[in-house]
């Protein structure tokens, strides 16, 4: 199958693990793949399989030092983080064990659930709420485990293979709870992520709606106008025929051929838009093959073999190498030379295709990757999930979401979960796809967790009374929605620089348990998530309070101080808290000593020539900037960014440093504007830049410093005199109270406490005896409990 183009085999591809790595019998192989990871394998006829599956790429990995003890037919295989006890029998609850070794106990035998904490699934469409996940490679019992025995193979040459009856194929993870450690030796065997572009980074407009070329233009530049910034479009499937579908060729559900009335110059359209900053993608639901009033039809037919005058239809069949070879050729080369960037793949109809046991989800993610990828393009994709080992496909669909509070409450703990199972680039249906009630704080609450979330996409159904564009909502929700969204431009530096992160194994959004999986607290917070190195985020996922006007979201900080990076308030860690919002934002915590560079402009597609770094200065901290060039195909020789700026900051001493750029200059600016913002109280001694005295700018609590540096040479700010965090909280209380829908006595008690000359502790138990909702009591609290 090498003649075609898009079949090749993975280049991280090493399917044959070491001789030295296998201890075998007659009917099993055990194969040892990490300290903690196992490869089971029964063969009713002694053979084993040893090509790539849809999970497992490479089991030729770093050797671990085991040893191996045989008896009569089986054997015992011990490592340094687990052991394996096996009979050498089919595989039973009695003759199959493994336990983990060392700090975390825990064991699984074959047959048993490895009650794992979950992965991700295949779709959301109409789950109003939770749905049930998939499995994943993290348990607080110790072991998880892959079953591969049903996933497809590939051979060698990259073409699609079926397995041998009577055959298991069992991955075992026995990692304890060093989660991280599991996930890598997922990577290590499943292969890396895959690297975004940039621009995926930004945000993106999406909606299924019967759009002209001069109505989305015009919404292009409404937003633009509004300073409203997106960097993708997404169009949906109304860009083909749908409508003026002859009826003897049925519905319009799939199609290749434009909308003429609606797109007259497709390639002078998608020119418009990549002239305004946009990449674009169009949908494909490809279940009805290629009919005869698509305008490809005689390319396509006479590819395959079929008589183009005969006007049969050609059915949609992946595992036929001669339509994969006319799918791509001739239906999406031409449309991508016409401008279209990438494909949103929106498959809905099964995993069953005309191959026993291949899932054609599986092949249009594959196949697609492989020819987006080719000639050095950064093989962008986008489409659903279809198990084990789809994190190598970039950017998923979670499918149709609808609008509601439920949905919106699972979306968070979905997307972190994900990270068990190694997904990294859920794209969620932001503000809902369908059904639901209007409700303007919902819609807000949803973009504002779109923004925290691995791809920022707004999308609604086609129905004129589900919008997502901010101007459609009152000012308060509109005012909110904006600024989240330009917030989410501002943030790619720090999200492209987590891209390359999580392209080396670890995901940008993953569970508190992930960062402390010995604190039983945080598997408690289920919607809390680290966003990257630096941020803690808790979504606001339910409605408001209507006594404070605030929603709130029981979270639980690790040890350390956290700083609000919208509010300033600044916490203590290692307890519980309830964070309190008005609309205006959610909570989003920077670490101390946490480190966050924001672009100074809207631009996602360009590194930014003016840069301001959030920097909570109680501890020392460390980030390295990663860059690389407007088409992202310029890397680094490692596979890493091809530029890299390390900025540090150093409180014994007051130095905030920015290292001269390494790697390759030309894709940065020479000169950069920078703005140093320290979310701490003004300083009490001399601010210096490059040794330059400067005066800072700001109030007590988030104060900035800006000046001009060439990114070839080194640059300092430093700080004279105690840099403190925490400030009072008077103001914030004061405006809390002020908009309170509960009585004036009351609030004017509360206030008269609140400024009492009293400790924080004696203020919040005087508060418990004033007759206040417990919602606005509650966030008195949180602001009286705040470091000030």
């Known amino acids: 199958m090498t003649d075609l183009p898009v079949v090749r085999p993975l280049p991280e591809a090493s399917p044959r693990a070491h001789a030295d790595r296998q201890v075998t019998g007659d009917h099993w192989r055990v194969t040892v793949l990490g300290a903690g990871l196992f490869r089971i394998e029964w063969s009713d006829d002694g053979a084993f399989e040893d090509r790539v599956s849809t999970f497992a790429v490479r089991r030729e990995v770093e050797p671990v030092d085991f040893t191996v003890e045989r008896d009569e037919r089986g054997v015992v295989i011990t490592t340094e983080r687990a052991r394996l006890r096996y009979d050498g029998e089919q595989f039973s609850t009695h003759g199959l064990l493994v336990e983990c070794l060392g700090r975390d106990s825990g064991r699984w035998r074959y047959g048993e659930p490895a009650n794992d904490l979950g992965g991700t699934t295949r779709t959301l469409d109409d789950v109003d709420g939770r749905a049930e996940l ?45 989660y991280a450690a599991a996930v890598e030796a997922f990577y290590a065997v499943s292969g890396a992520p895959t690297r975004l572009p940039r621009w995926a980074l930004g945000n993106w407009w999406s909606r299924y709606h019967p759009y002209t070329t001069d109505s989305y233009l015009a919404l292009m530049d409404r937003f633009r106008d509004e300073e ?120 809905q109809q099964g995993s069953s295709s005309n191959v026993v046991g291949i899932d054609p989800l599986w092949l249009l993610n594959h196949f697609h990757h492989l020819d987006a990828a080719r000639d050095g393009r950064p093989g962008m994709t986008f489409s659903r999930y279809a198990g084990p080992g ?57 973009v504002q967790f779109g923004v925290f979330s691995p791809i920022s996409r707004l999308h609604s159904a086609n129905n004129p009374f589900i919008r997502k564009e901010p101007w459609a909502f009152p000012a308060e929700h509109r005012d909110a929605m904006g600024e989240a969204l330009r917030f989410r431009h501002r943030l790619v530096p720090y999200l492209h620089t987590m891209n390359h992160r999580a392209a080396a194994g670890t995901p940008l959004v993953r569970p508190m348990y992930h960062l402390e999986p010995r604190r039983s607290e945080a598997y408690g917070v289920p919607n809390q998530y680290a966003f990257g190195s630096e941020l803690i985020v808790a979504p606001i996922t339910e409605p408001r309070s209507p006594s404070s006007l605030r929603g709130s979201v029981r979270a639980w900080l690790p040890a350390g101080t956290w700083t609000d990076i919208f509010t300033g308030t600044v916490y203590h860690g290692d307890r519980a808290v309830e964070l309190h919002r008005s609309t205006a934002s959610i909570p989003v915590l920077l670490r101390e ?17 003016a840069l301001e770094v959030l920097v909570a200065p109680s501890a020392a901290g460390e980030f390295v900037l990663a860059e690389d060039d407007e088409d992202d195909r310029v890397i680094g020789p490692d596979g890493g960014p091809a530029a890299r700026t390390t900025l540090r900051w150093n409180p014994e001493t007051g130095d905030f440093q920015i290292d001269a750029i390494s790697g390759r200059a030309e894709v940065v600016p020479a000169v950069r504007e920078w703005t140093i913002t320290f979310l701490a109280k003004l300083p009490t001694g001399e601010v210096t830049a490059n040794g330059k005295p400067v005066d800072p700018t700001g109030t007590d609590g988030r104060w900035s410093v800006t000046f001009s540096a060439r990114s070839g ?70 602001l009286l409990g705040a470091v000030g």
């Open 134 to 178: 998939g499995p994943g490679v993290v348990a607080p019992g110790g072991v998880a485990v892959l079953d591969d025995s049903e996933s497809f193979l590939f051979e060698d040459d990259g073409w699609i293979g079926t397995r041998e009856p009577g055959r298991r194929d069992l991955y075992v993870f026995a990692y304890g709870r060093d």
């Open 228 to 347: 409203l910034p997106f960097s993708v479009a997404v169009i949906d499937m109304d860009w083909h025929r749908v409508d003026s579908v002859p009826p003897e060729y049925g519905n319009g559900w799939t199609g290749y051929s434009w909308e003429r009335s609606l797109f007259p110059d497709p390639p002078a359209f998608l020119r418009a838009l990549h002239e305004r900053g946009l990449r674009t993608t169009l949908n494909l639901h490809p279940a009805d093959g290629v009919r005869a009033f698509e305008d490809a039809y005689p390319e396509v037919a006479r590819a395959v073999g079929v008589d183009p005058d005969s006007g049969a239809a050609i059915p949609f069949d992946p595992t036929d190498p001669e339509f994969l070879r006319a799918y791509f050729a001739q239906l999406h080369h031409p449309l991508e030379a016409d401008g279209v960037d990438f494909w949103w793949i929106d498959w």
């Open 390 to 446: 789809s994190h190598r496909y970039a950017v998923g669909f979670s499918g149709d979401a609808v609008v509601s509070w439920a949905s919106l409450a699972f979306q968070p703990e979905f997307t972190a979960t994900a990270a068990n199972i190694g997904y990294c680039w859920w794209s969620h249906d932001i503000g809902g796809h369908t059904r639901g009630v209007r409700d303007d704080e919902l819609a807000t609450r949803w």
């Open 593 to 609: 000593g946490g480190i966050l560079p924001l672009a100074n402009n809207l631009d996602a597609t360009r590194n930014p020539a």
């Open 713 to 782: 040479e080194n640059s300092v700010v430093h700080v004279d005199g105690d840099l403190r965090v925490g400030t009072s909280q008077l103001d914030a209380i004061q405006e809390l109270l002020e908009r309170a829908q509960t009585g004036n006595p009351e609030k004017l008690e509360a206030w008269e406490i609140v400024n009492a000359d009293r400790s924080a502790a004696e203020r919040i138990a005087e508060l418990t005896a004033v007759n206040l909702p417990e919602a606005v009591r509650s966030a008195l609290i949180e």
